[in-house]
């Protein structure tokens, strides 16, 4: 800390606007294909909403999900810091403290979530213990393999890939990802049911305790890039969790 008597300092106060919205969405460095598809769903009725930039306010700590009065909320992001794999406190995670108080339900949407938590690369395994375990039910995974899907279907009678057990949900790397799809396969643990599905392996999955979560290890908002663009099932996808 300088003690020169000149020296300036600001600090800027920042504090939700609508701290009784059912749903905090949480954008972390996704840029402006997330804006669309947050964007639709805040243009619904059904739901009220909040929103938090990871980025714009220099991160995201554990008193932030609990300031507020929602019961949901949905994290979208591009390697997300406070989502760990492995070791966590409860009480000192961003995201496990708010779960830990029951009757929460939280959506995690990253293609780059073990990669930035340290993973090695190709097959991994998770346990009890381990927040991707505790929190999503994920037992395995396979960290940037050589071989992903762009192309997801949903599993007939799904609380969330039901609508694309026919035709598949599409995203668009070339134009999202710069060519490369980074899209991890996952193995959900028996307690989880499978959401999506492609020729390389399984990529959501949803699990139930005393919260409801539901992981994503591709990005659904790159489908923005595409001519049919999905609006319905999101809205779907909200309705499962039923935020109140």
């Known amino acids: 800390v300088s003690s020169n008597m000149e020296d300036t300092y600001t600090f800027e106060i920042v504090e939700f606007s609508n701290p009784d919205a059912e749903i905090l969405f949480v954008d972390d460095n996704m840029g402006d294909r997330l804006d669309v598809m947050f964007g639709y769903l805040a243009s619904l009725e059904s739901y009220s909403y909040e929103y938090w930039s990871v980025s714009d306010n220099k991160g995201i700590d554990k008193w932030t999900p609990i300031m507020g009065n929602w019961n949901t909320i949905i994290v979208a992001g591009w390697g997300v810091a406070a989502m760990t794999t492995r070791d966590y406190t409860v009480n000192d995670n961003p995201y496990s403290q708010w779960l830990s108080w029951g009757d929460r ?15 090695e690369a190709g097959e991994i395994t998770f346990a009890p213990g381990d927040f991707a375990y505790d929190i999503f ?15 997801f279907f949903g599993e007939a009678g799904s609380a969330l890939g039901d609508p694309w057990s026919g035709d598949p949900y599409v995203t668009d790397p070339d134009l999202a ?10 193995t959900g643990s028996s307690s ?6 492609g020729d390389w392996g399984d990529y959501a999955i949803t699990y139930e305790d005393v919260w409801k979560t539901a992981y994503f290890s591709f990005d659904p908002s790159a489908n923005c890039y595409q001519d049919s663009f999905y609006y319905e099932p999101w809205e779907e996808w909200v309705l499962y969790l039923a935020p109140n």
């Open 105 to 119: 339900n939280l959506v995690y949407m990253d293609q780059d979530y073990f990669y930035a938590q340290g993973e």
């Open 137 to 151: 039910g994920i037992e395995g995974g396979n960290n940037d393999p050589d071989d992903a899907d762009d192309s």
């Open 177 to 186: 990802y710069g060519g490369r799809s980074w899209h991890d396969q996952i």
């Open 192 to 197: 989880t049911e499978l959401q999506f599905t």
